[in-house]
């Protein structure tokens, strides 16, 4: 190899080198940790956090609630209802064993909502009832459908409302989790179904994060 040849080698390799460190540096400096093993747990953030509107909402206690005051704390949102035979039920009970693998500084640093996509049925009541059965401290959303609608589509989470004038009718909706940072930007998705091992092991790192 010539001494042109040799230095040019070097160089390439220098440039390489330098890239590869830039880019886990960019990684690390926006909290995404390894990647691989986030979308392997299901885990997919969005390359810049998205602003929620600002809408306005009655909890499971029938209390307004503003989209934004979603704060100080990172947020699992998922959208569903009360009368939902199969994925709902199956996702708030991976949750709550989620949360009891977490270590308690994530735990204590989490809050997971149930969004309704079924306010025909789903009072404050109803949600209060329902999201007791699988944890105390889930909190729960319902409101008019257009102002549902809004906050789903604005997350990419849409869902087709409802039939209501037919006798158990359900609702078409995604499983997915919507992931909302502690300024109350969207910062990502969870995949359904919910890996509950997987995501204990990447979770911890993320929530500790600004």
Same mark, same amino acid.
């Given at each position: 190899?010539?001494?042109?040849?040799?230095?040019?080698? @070097? /160089?390439? =390799?220098?440039? *390489?080198?330098?890239?590869?460190? %830039?880019?886990?540096?960019?990684?690390?400096?926006?909290?995404?940790?390894?990647?691989?093993? /986030?979308?392997?747990? =299901?885990?997919?953030?969005?390359?810049?956090?998205? &602003?929620?509107?600002?809408?306005?909402?009655?909890?499971?206690?029938?209390?307004?609630?503003? &989209? $934004?005051? +979603?704060?100080?704390?990172?947020?699992?949102?998922?959208?569903? +209802? #009360?009368?939902? !035979?199969?994925?709902?039920?199956?996702?708030? *009970?991976?949750?709550?064993?989620?949360?009891?693998? /977490?270590?308690? *500084?994530?735990?204590?640093?989490?809050?997971?909502?149930?969004?309704?996509?079924?306010?025909?049925?789903?009072? !404050?009541?109803?949600?209060?009832?329902?999201?007791?059965?699988?944890?105390?401290?889930?909190?729960?959303?319902? =409101?008019?459908? %257009? #102002?549902?609608?809004?906050?789903?589509?604005?997350? $990419?989470?849409? +869902? @087709? !409302?409802?039939?209501? $004038?037919?006798?158990?009718?359900?609702?078409?909706? $995604?499983?997915? /989790?919507? @992931?909302? =940072?502690?300024?109350?930007?969207?910062?990502?998705?969870?995949?359904?179904?919910?890996?509950?091992?997987?995501?204990?092991?990447?979770?911890?790192?993320?929530?500790?994060?600004?």
């Amino acid at each position: 190899m010539s001494r042109t040849h040799l230095t040019v080698f @070097i /160089l390439v =390799g220098l440039v *390489a080198l330098v890239l590869g460190l %830039t880019v886990n540096k960019v990684l690390n400096s926006k909290g995404q940790g390894d990647p691989t093993q /986030l979308l392997d747990a =299901g885990i997919v953030l969005l390359p810049q956090s998205r &602003t929620l509107p600002d809408l306005e909402l009655l909890d499971q206690d029938g209390q307004p609630v503003v &989209t $934004s005051q +979603y704060r100080d704390k990172w947020t699992l949102m998922f959208f569903g +209802y #009360t009368f939902c !035979p199969d994925i709902c039920p199956a996702t708030l *009970a991976q949750l709550r064993q989620l949360r009891t693998q /977490l270590p308690e *500084a994530a735990r204590d640093n989490l809050r997971i909502v149930m969004v309704s996509v079924d306010p025909h049925r789903d009072t !404050p009541e109803q949600l209060k009832k329902y999201l007791a059965y699988f944890d105390a401290g889930y909190l729960g959303l319902t =409101g008019e459908e %257009t #102002t549902l609608q809004k906050l789903a589509n604005a997350v $990419s989470i849409p +869902y @087709i !409302p409802a039939d209501t $004038s037919k006798e158990n009718y359900t609702v078409d909706h $995604s499983g997915n /989790l919507v @992931i909302l =940072g502690p300024d109350g930007t969207q910062r990502g998705f969870i995949r359904a179904p919910v890996n509950t091992e997987k995501l204990a092991a990447q979770l911890p790192g993320l929530l500790q994060r600004p």
